[in-house]
Nanobody
């Protein structure tokens, strides 16, 4: 069993930066890929970024490529999402997930409670 807790969300102006963190508990975390998804009101959950178990492979949604960076520290059981050059369309609840290496949210077994990111124009 893995528990995930996100932090780091908040209100930021267009062009600003935020760093989201996901703290994991459970001995199997380092055996799982980890990803970030987001969901805006009235919209479907959207893939943002995924990182492999070792951290050696990453993949990003086209909408965030070049602006967001996902990283992980297995020694500390944490995953981060550095978000730069934020845009109003990045506004959403951001969720950390752990499971298979995939962009499909349905393949992930473990989820955090979410952290809100709001980008003002």
């Amino acid at each position: 069993q893995v528990q995930l807790v996100e932090s780091g969300g908040g209100l930021v102006q267009t062009g600003g930066s935020l760093r989201l963190s996901c703290a994991a508990s459970g001995r199997t975390f380092s055996n799982l890929a980890s990803a970030w998804f987001r969901q805006a009101p009235g919209k479907e959950r959207e893939f943002v970024a995924v990182i492999s178990r070792s951290g050696g492979t990453t993949y990003y949604a086209d909408s965030v490529k070049g602006r967001f960076t996902i990283s992980r520290d297995n020694a500390k059981n944490t995953v981060h999402l550095q978000m730069n050059s934020l845009k109003p369309e990045d506004t959403a609840a951001y969720y950390c997930a752990a499971g298979g290496y995939s962009g499909n949210w349905r393949t992930y077994d473990y989820w955090g409670q979410g952290t809100q990111v709001t980008v003002s124009s």
